[in-house]
């Protein structure tokens, strides 16, 4: 399809421009006059016409000109208008006086139209095949079976000497079974020497004996099979051992020593030869495991190899359809070795083992063979005979030349003369094998096995042998040649002998002797067994034959007329045969005079098999009488007729008959299907003749009938038989598609006038060796389409050409017809009446039809059981029925009888009356009631094609009353009934059946229209309402009968929920399958036949518009911010289906045209239809039916619909079209990588990044619709359809086994439906606003038309759609400028960014359609619209979005846009003189400094935290730009959120409130709004900097200030729930309640319950949160970061607080810091491991440092009254603490009387968390603490982790033990008595510290205390194991309590000297209490 290479996909999608593979059709005339039948003349294209062509002249401008390259240019259409006018001026195309934009729309349309494909479906992947109920199985054509075949070659068989002639013989056998499962294949490598040693016994060598290669088959692979080879040589004198023991001891190498030996035992040889070269010996045997070889060679085999990929087929593929027994028990072998995909492989067999003269029966063979698997090597009591044998195995595909068949006919492909044949050696499989005859096989196995003369006295018999010939009668002359011969010798032979055993009077046999039967065998044939004894050594009186006569045996080959199969046990009669013998068997012979003698007085000495494999004797005794009584009734026959031991007179016939037929049901499976087509040909054949027996009329049509349904039934209930998957019986089918006809009413009575017996030739149609032909897939599916045209008028033909197409395809073996084979008109002469035949005769098929409506009982059930058999009987005979009359041109009315249509009609109503009963009753059969429903549908389906069309209407309207009164569930009966609509709708004349033409004249002729469809005819559209095409009515069921039932029951599938969407996707399945067909049809190729279908399916548009809400669809990346040119090889997978509540943001169901309740409402209907949503596959189906119908509907029509359209409808139809563009977006090249951990994060990004650029991108209106829609976007439900591995999407392909190519092509292929599609959604928005007529606007269509396009814009688009795109926004740009600039302002903020984004794209087409867009706007906005401030901020804003979120544009790119829009104002001629082109200078320097900025963001990208102060300064610089600062505030949002910062990404969106709050504050006094940014002091008093500016510089009214989607009420209450989500998410609840402080007021003030409803729930939500991870929550870890050195440029001398996430630790952010650092300063940068301070001049000037110091928050102790939470602690916080250990001498660690303590306090410049993670720090306090100061802080901080261990509501023991072990613990260095005794041992001498010396003595009096009740606890907490652990802490305790008793007793007293009072007044209780204190002192 499109077949040029795709470039890279890392490039950008767009870059891929698919227009120059696609195939431009070139419409044909009719459709050019279509697109170009409205009222304008066409123009040149959009982008050649209203943009103009600038020719930039170098100037001193500050902006570098563009070069007038193409790139920067739109191209000009080549267009035969084009030439014409050539480029209008300026004025026509951009004045608003003289709008061009009727002129474009049309030109755009043209351009469009050469860019569409023809074939839509051809792009799609085909739908899923479970579905396609409509393609019936082709079944195989009947061939002789085959297992897996294998050819071996034998190359060579060498002993180590070389002396006589020797002979192999290759069988497989299977030691499982212990069965063989071949004959023998005979061959030898004797030289011509030693053939001539032989010739007086060789009369002639035929060609066919000359083999050396086999083809083996095996049916049932098995790890058991062996090769067994057995060597024979000449007899001569000795035992086996005597003659292999040369060959043991002597080698030809040793040709010097044994020369003479060898040549003795040549001439020797020679002798014997001569003499006895007819008898052979047994010598040696050897055997190979074959199926080890061919495992073997196929794990060897590289899947490259040619023939596995070359589609030859599998043997499992093979065996798929091969009905065989017990397959489970052969299934390990198959998964071993694949039988014909092995490497050809050679075996070498090196050792031969030495035959026993007594062990040579096949059981003995076995008992080998289990030895040899057993031990896996020989054992040693079998002597071997060194030696090789040579053979290649190979696996066989095709017929390899010069084959022989198994009776020796050449098999094609024929060979050229003298090329050694290949045998094909006949298999007896190791089970059944049920696969019918279908050639002609007659052979006969006859297996000698052993002979007893033991008791016999003379010693004559040792050496014996047997001689076996076929006799036809007793005279020796009456032999036949009917034996197979061995290899060099004659073809065929008279007579065989057995082997020798030497001097063996009981010798066992191996021999096989094959012969083929006569075809008519009579008594007289029989077996003749001689038995000789043969002498080795030739005496010397001796000089006639070796031979010694012993006896004579025999069998007749006949026994009451049957074949003699099986064992026997045979006496031998000695000197002479009986007179007559032949006709007895020898046990029964009669009495003879003379008497004859018998060996061992006629007792059985002579052991036999035979076995017979034969087409022509049934050996089945049911089948053999049921055809000996058939035959009987041909005549020709002599009563009473003997049947086996019985003799049947005439009279008694047709009562045997009955019995005979009753009893073929009995039958063993085997035979019956053997010969399955024979008996449904007798049975057939009396059903429809009525028989003649002794003079009366037997009619046994009932009781035949009965046997079909029970033969059928039986096949179909064996296991072992394989079905298709509409459950139909293999062999069955192959039957009715290839062996069925007419049964022949001469066949059994030949009587009537005219009478023929019908012709003896072949009735299969593939009669060659070739397997049956493969039917193509393509062709199956194609099969319903005829390749004749039925748009070209005719006349009537004069035969009925349907039937005549059925019934000629039966040599092609076309999949259009199921009637395939037929007996010739021409071999079947009527009657010599002439006319019909005469009513009297009996019809096939009426007789049928009647059987099955009298039938009852188990019958009756049966026959509906299995009904499509007999319902594709009754159509094959119909068929051949028809094709017999004489005048085929017979209207379809009178071709068959009123009886039979009322038995049809009857037989159609119980089959669906049937279905319902399993429906109803019986639930558990509902899958067979699916396969009646499917077989009843293909039967009217094969009627249409045969009887009155009017009739099988109305057979398809009773079905479907009948089914829609069931009382089932409504799932399965639409299911039930959308399968029997999508047959019926499969049929090749659908279109015609459904009437689609609009009156009769324009219809083509129906190939055979019954009477009604010529009557009947609808009315012309101009007649009906347009609106009304478009629904579903009465009407239109009426008139298009079967569309009407398709569309009625998709309609009713949508409406309904079923488990899983199952019902559903069968119905959009079924549509989507039929518009397929019409789309790849030959006959709908002209647009206007086209316009004409898709008329059909206008009403499927309204349902698909009604069922919006059930979409779903994947959206294929983030959108957010990313330049849509590039993200083309982001991986699609891990990007999941989008959520509803986003799916209508992004369809942007318009607020203004919606009541609020209304949408509530439909919010609410969306959720209860949850259930009902959609797969995404399903709706990409639906989707493209739609755009399918759109595409190919009439212009005209469409645009009349959307006139008359309500707004309500209308906003939908673009909402569809939105969801379009999303569906069918182009995914990238699939990479074949496997999915990386990073590849999944980014996706969940880009995810997020989605959810919130759709859910924010589209203003106030949208936020207001997303509370709305989908309030719980944060619960779980949602979450979970975020998840890739719970949502419906189902991979379509495997990745991983798919080829570059196949990848590659794949990715075109999806391109180009990108294309596609949205080229006809941009062709229908055209038509939308073509339709919209400019006085009575509708100005949310045009808003909505544009929202469309803006997502056109958003999402991967191919160049060719680009440029189109383009041409269709200038248009609505020049025709609706006023409105969209005044009205859509949201929407021209939109448009400013997508175009923007776009000026950046890299491909040079798409940047230039976008720069000319960009001006004309810029243009208009100017001239016409008077609101140039406006774009002007617009654009701004766009540029600082798209800088801040994108990170894949291209800057360079952008700037070469931006000169090229200089350039554009610069030669506009008719701007010059306008202050135009200098208003676009100066936004362009604004630009290009934003630009800068951008740069410098570049190039920190990799440090996050200066990329935010880069961007942090850039909005500070936008101070007096809110909007511009607000957009930049939004940017940093976006960065923390991908960083994971939701705290600081929620402080910006609080800021953005904030200033939005102040200027609606300045704009509108209500009470509701927040005072400006005051209001939000209680969240962070850091948004005070957001109050505004005074108002002198700054007016809100002034135009296009302050006038984004965001600075309105609902902008505001947007940002600040998406702030509060953000604070949820960061673990910050507590502000999520101040946030929603601010918003309630609001949504109290608008009534707005149901909002107010979800946001209680939010509170709810997160106090549930605070009280449940209340103390567990992490937040942030806070690091001191300073930089020194002139390295770092500003940040020289800098310290900054860094905020990090919950634990994290100072090794990972110094990692963080030093990997980024180094990469810039490489080996100069230096990280500082302590906290001191820095001495500047200690430090290297040519280095770079960095001090990083863990700090923590610091509060003064009035603080900490009121941060009681754990929250209260770690917010809002601007103090921080470090401390730093230091000795006076130096050191930072000493003795505990020596270590001093520095804290020092920074402060920073604002509060955490704010809009950025780090902040500089403003202010820097330090102080020291004197060495028992520091103790004292030590022992403060012990007890209280004491005290809160003991306290806890839940006490930790272990944590309890851990902290008493630190304290009490024996060992504790440094520990607490250490401290004590330091500093409280004595008193200080100096008197400042007294006071320290008190506070810790008091500390450690509270320590003792807690450390007593903390041991007090852990007695209580600790379990019985550790009772002695508590002693020892009890024991610790006690001691360091005595320890430090007299330290803490000691007071210092001048601490305790009495406070004279100052004032003489002070209370008396006071005083009282000094009093007291000085006692106690005292």
Not at 663 to 680: G, K, M, Q
Not at 884 to 910: A, G, N, W, Y
Not at 1675 to 1685: A, E, L, Q
Request: overall charge neutral; proline content about 6%; charged content about 25%.
């Amino acid at each position: 399809m499109c077949s040029t290479h795709l470039e890279d996909a890392r490039q950008p999608f767009s870059a891929r421009m698919f227009s120059a593979s696609r195939p431009q059709p070139q419409p044909s005339p009719s459709a050019l006059a279509i697109l170009l039948s409205r009222s304008q003349p066409p123009q040149p294209k959009p982008s050649a016409s209203a943009i103009p062509q600038p020719q930039p002249q170098p100037s001193a401008s500050a902006i570098p000109q563009p070069q007038p390259s193409a790139s920067a240019i739109p191209p000009q259409t080549h267009h035969p208008s084009a030439q014409a006018s050539a480029i209008p001026s300026l004025s026509f195309s951009l004045s608003p006086s003289h709008p061009p934009a009727s002129a474009l729309a049309s030109d755009s349309a043209l351009a469009r139209w050469r860019s569409l494909l023809i074939l839509l479906f051809a792009l799609y992947p085909p739908a899923d095949e479970d579905d396609a109920v409509e393609i019936r199985p082709i079944p195989d054509c009947p061939k002789e079976h085959m297992g897996d075949r294998i050819i071996i070659r034998c190359q060579a068989i060498k002993f180590e000497i070389d002396i006589e002639p020797l002979f192999a013989t290759l069988a497989l056998y299977d030691l499982r079974e212990k069965k063989k499962i071949s004959e023998n294949f005979y061959c030898d490598l004797n030289s011509d020497q030693f053939k001539g040693f032989l010739k007086p016994h060789t009369p002639q060598t035929d060609h066919s004996t000359l083999s050396r290669a086999a083809i083996f088959s095996i049916t049932y692979p098995s790890p058991d099979i062996y090769l067994v080879i057995k060597i024979e040589k000449v007899l001569q004198q000795g035992e086996i051992s005597d003659c292999a023991e040369p060959y043991m001891v002597m080698k030809e190498t040793d040709s010097a020593k044994n020369k003479e030996k060898l040549e003795k035992l040549r001439n020797q040889s020679e002798m014997f030869c001569q003499r006895l070269g007819r008898y052979r010996m047994p010598f040696a045997w050897a055997t190979v495991n074959i199926m080890n070889v061919i495992s073997t060679a196929t794990l060897d085999r590289d899947t490259t190899d040619s023939d596995s990929l070359n589609g030859k087929s599998s043997s499992l593929e093979k065996r798929g359809q091969l009905p065989r027994r017990n397959s489970e028990r052969f299934g390990t072998m198959e998964d071993q070795c694949n039988m014909s995909a092995f490497k050809p492989a050679t075996i070498t067999i090196s050792t031969f083992c030495k035959q026993e003269g007594d062990r040579l029966s096949d059981e003995d063979l076995f008992k080998f063979l289990a030895d040899i698997k057993k031990f896996s090597s020989l054992q040693r009591r079998i002597k071997t005979i060194p030696g090789t044998i040579r053979l290649d195995v190979t696996p066989v595909h095709d017929n390899p030349v010069a084959c022989l068949s198994t009776e020796l006919i050449p098999v094609k492909p024929l060979a050229e003369k003298n090329v050694r044949p290949v045998k094909e050696v006949l298999e007896f499989p190791s089970s059944e094998v049920y696969v019918p005859h279908s050639t002609y096989r007659n052979l006969l196995y006859v297996y000698p096995q052993r002979l007893n003369f033991v008791n016999r006295l003379t010693s004559g018999g040792r050496n014996i042998t047997i001689k076996i010939q076929f006799m036809s009668g007793e005279d020796p002359s009456c032999v036949m040649p009917v034996i197979f011969g061995k290899s060099n010798g004659p073809e065929f032979v008279q007579e065989v002998y057995t082997p020798v055993t030497y001097h063996n009077k009981s010798p066992d046999f191996y021999e096989e002797v094959k012969m083929v039967l006569p075809a008519r065998l009579t008594e007289r044939h029989h077996l003749l067994f001689t038995f000789y004894h043969i002498s080795c050594q030739q005496k010397q009186n001796q000089t006639g034959a070796s031979e010694t006569l012993i006896g004579y045996s025999w069998l007749p080959i006949l026994s009451t007329d049957r074949l003699q199969t099986g064992q026997y046990c045979l006496p031998i009669a000695l000197d002479r045969l009986p007179v007559n013998y032949s006709l007895h068997s020898p046990e029964r012979i009669t009495p003879q005079v003379p008497p004859v003698k018998w060996m061992e007085s006629h007792k059985g000495v002579f052991n036999l098999e035979i076995q017979a494999v034969s087409s022509v004797h049934t050996q089945d005794n049911h089948l053999e009488r049921f055809f000996t009584l058939c035959h009987a009734l041909e005549g020709g026959v002599t009563f009473p007729l003997r049947v086996r031991e019985e003799k049947i007179p005439e009279n008694k016939l047709e009562h045997e008959l009955k019995l005979s037929i009753i009893s073929l049901s009995s039958s063993r499976l085997e035979p019956l299907v053997l010969y399955l087509h024979l008996v449904l040909d007798k049975l057939f054949t009396l059903i429809m003749q009525p028989m003649v027996i002794a003079g009366q009329t037997a009619n046994l049509a009932q009781i035949a009938f009965e046997s079909v349904v029970s033969i059928v039934n039986s096949l179909h209930n064996s296991q072992e038989l394989a079905r298709d998957q509409q459950g139909r019986n293999g062999l069955l089918a192959t039957y009715l598609y290839w062996v069925f006809r007419l049964p022949d009413s001469n066949e059994l009575l030949n009587t009537g006038p005219g009478g023929v017996v019908p012709p003896t030739e072949g009735r299969y149609s593939t009669m060659g060796r070739a397997s049956a032909t493969t039917v193509g897939t393509m062709l199956l599916q194609s099969r319903l389409r005829s390749s004749s045209n039925p748009d070209i008028p005719a006349p009537h033909s004069a035969e009925d050409t349907e039937v005549k197409n059925i019934l000629s395809a039966k040599g092609q073996n076309n999949p259009g017809s199921r009637m395939s084979t037929y007996v010739d008109v021409s071999s079947h002469p009527q009657s010599s009446t002439g006319g019909t035949r005469p009513s009297n005769r009996k019809q096939f098929h009426e007789e049928l039809a009647l059987q099955i409506v009298v039938s009852t009982g188990v019958c009756r059930e049966n026959a509906y059981k299995y009904a499509w058999f007999f319902f594709e009987l009754l159509v094959k005979s119909m068929a051949q029925h028809v094709s017999q009359l004489e005048k085929q041109d017979v209207p379809r009315r009178s071709r068959f009888s009123d009886r039979f249509k009322d038995d049809v009609t009857t037989i159609v109503s119980v089959v669906t009356a049937e279905i319902g009963t399993i429906l109803v009753k019986q639930q558990k059969e509902l899958e067979q009631a699916e396969k009646v429903n499917i077989s009843l549908a293909f039967f009217l389906y094969d009627l249409l094609s045969l009887m009155d069309r009017g009739f099988v209407f109305i057979l398809v309207k009773n079905y479907c009353n009948q089914m829609s009164t069931k009382t089932v569930s409504m799932p399965i009966l639409i299911s039930m009934r959308l399968e029997f609509l999508r047959i019926l709708c499969s049929h090749e004349h659908y279109l015609n059946l459904s009437l689609y033409f609009s009156s009769p004249a324009s219809a083509p002729v129906s190939p055979c229209p019954s009477i009604s469809s010529q009557s009947s005819s609808s009315c012309s559209f101009q007649e009906q309402r347009i609106l009304g095409l478009f629904e579903l009515s009465q009407e239109f069921k009426q008139q298009h009968y079967l569309a009407g039932l398709l569309l009625t029951e998709l309609s009713a599938a949508l409406d309904m929920e079923s488990e899983g969407g199952k019902v559903q996707k069968k119905a959009i399945n079924a549509t989507y399958s039929l518009l397929c067909a019409h789309d790849l049809d030959q006959r709908c190729t002209r647009p206007d036949v086209r316009a004409k279908v898709a008329t059909l399916y206008l009403p499927l548009v309204g349902i698909i518009i009604d069922s919006i809400n059930y979409l779903d669809f994947t959206v294929s990346e983030a959108r957010g911010g990313k330049s849509k040119t590039g993200g083309a090889d982001e991986d699609p997978d891990s990007i999941p289906p989008i959520n509803q509540s986003i799916a209508m943001a992004i369809a942007g169901n318009p607020f203004n045209t919606l009541a609020r309740n209304a949408l509530a409402s439909m919010a609410s209907v969306q959720s209860a239809k949850a259930v009902a949503t959609l797969s995404a596959e399903t709706s990409r189906n639906l989707l493209l039916c739609f755009l399918w119908v759109m595409k190919n509907a009439e212009r005209s029509l469409i645009q009349r619909w959307t006139v008359d359209m309500p707004s309500a409808q209308l906003n939908r139809l673009l909402e569809l079209l939105t969801i379009c563009v999303s569906c069918f977006e182009y995914r990238g090249k699939r990479s074949s990588d496997k999915v990386s951990t990073q590849a999944l994060q980014k996706s969940q990004q880009a995810k997020m990044q989605l959810e919130d650029s759709l859910l924010r991108g589209i203003g106030a209106r949208g936020e207001m619709m997303r509370r709305a829609g989908g309030s719980d976007r944060a619960g779980q439900r949602v979450n979970l359809r975020w998840r890739k591995d719970l949502t419906q999407w189902r991979q379509t392909n495997d990745k991983h086994d798919k080829t570059k190519a196949e990848l590659d092509q794949e990715a075109l292929i999806s391109g180009n439906l990108a294309t596609e599609s949205n080229l006809i959604v941009l062709d229908l928005l055209e038509t939308i606003v073509q339709a919209v007529p400019l006085a009575d606007c509708k100005e949310s269509v045009v808003g909505g038309v544009l929202r469309v396009l803006l997502h056109c814009l958003t999402c991967n688009q191919s160049t060719t759609f680009l440029s189109h795109c383009f041409s269709t926004l200038r248009a609505l740009v020049v025709k609706f400028g006023d409105l969209l600039f005044e009205e859509e302002a949201e929407q021209c903020a939109d448009l400013c960014q997508k175009v923007l984004q776009h000026c950046s794209s890299p491909v040079d087409g798409n940047r230039s359609q976008a720069c000319a867009t960009l001006y004309l706007i810029m243009r208009y906005s100017f001239s016409s619209a008077n609101n140039f401030s406006r774009v002007k901020m617009q654009v701004t804003m766009s540029l600082a979005s798209l800088v801040g979120k994108s990170s894949d544009f291209h800057e360079e790119y952008l700037r070469r846009s931006l000169r090229t829009i200089l350039a554009y104002a610069e030669e506009d001629t008719e701007m010059q003189n306008t202050p135009l082109p200098s208003q676009v200078d100066e936004l362009l320097r604004n630009l290009n400094s934003i630009l800068s900025d951008t740069v410098k963001m570049r190039e920190f990208q990799e440090d996050p935290e200066m990329l935010m102060d880069l961007m942090y300064r850039i909005a500070k610089g936008y101070q007096t730009s809110p909007d511009l600062r607000l957009t930049w505030l939004q940017n940093m949002a976006e960065k923390h959120k991908n960083r994971k910062c939701f705290t600081e990404s929620a402080m910006c969106l609080v800021h953005a409130a904030a200033l939005v709050a102040e200027y609606l504050s300045m704009l509108e006094d209500h009470k509701y709004l927040p005072v400006g940014s005051v209001t939000f002091q209680n969240i962070s008093p850091n948004v005070l900097e957001e109050s505004a500016v005074s108002d002198d510089i700054l007016s809100p009214d002034e135009d296009g200030v302050c006038s984004g989607q965001y600075f309105t009420t609902s902008g505001l209450v947007g940002l600040l729930k998406q702030a509060a989500e953000l604070f949820s998410n960061g673990g910050l609840y507590e502000t999520v309640n101040e946030v929603y402080k601010i918003i309630m007021p609001v949504l109290e003030a608008h009534r707005d319950f149901r909002e107010l409803v979800s946001t209680h729930e939010k509170l709810q939500r997160a106090f549930d949160n605070i009280i449940q991870k209340g103390h567990k929550r992490m937040f942030g870890t806070y690091f001191r970061v300073g930089f020194y050195g002139a390295k770092f440029g500003d940040l020289d001398e800098q310290e900054f607080v860094y905020k990090e996430p919950g634990i994290t630790h100072l090794p990972e952010i110094s990692h963080r810091l030093e990997n980024f650092y180094s990469q810039c300063f490489g080996d100069a940068l230096e990280m500082i491991k302590d906290s001191k301070d820095i001495d500047r001049s200690k430090l290297d000037a040519n280095k770079a440092y960095i001090q990083i110091t863990y700090v923590e928050p610091f509060f003064d102790d009035y603080e900490m009254k009121d941060r009681l939470t754990n929250f209260e602690k770690n917010f809002n916080l601007r103090r921080f603490m470090y401390t730093t250990p230091f000795t006076k001498a130096g050191r930072p660690r000493g003795e505990l009387n020596e270590q001093y303590k520095r804290k020092t306090i920074l402060t920073t410049m604002h509060t955490f968390p704010y809009i950025k993670t780090r902040i500089n720090v403003i202010q820097k306090e330090e102080f020291d603490l004197t060495p028992i100061e520091v103790a004292i802080e030590d022992m403060q901080k012990k007890t209280r982790e004491l005290a809160v261990a003991t306290h806890r509501e839940r006490p930790d023991a272990k944590m309890l033990q851990m902290l008493l072990q630190g304290s009490v613990g024996a060992t504790v260095n440094q520990g607490p008595l250490e401290v004590a005794q330091v500093f409280l041992n004595e008193i200080p001498a100096d008197p400042k510290l007294f006071r320290h010396h008190n506070k810790l003595r008091l500390c450690f009096k509270e320590f003792i205390m807690r450390c007593g009740e903390a041991v007090e606890k852990n007695k209580h907490l600790i379990t019985l194991d550790q009772k002695e652990y508590q002693q020892e802490l009890k024991k610790n305790y006690n001691r360091l309590r005595e320890n430090l008793r007299p330290m803490l007793e000691r007071k210092i007293p001048e601490l305790y000297k009495p406070i004279k009072p100052r004032l003489g007044n002070r209370d008396s209780v006071k005083r009282l209490s000094f009093r007291r204190a000085l006692e106690e002192n005292s």
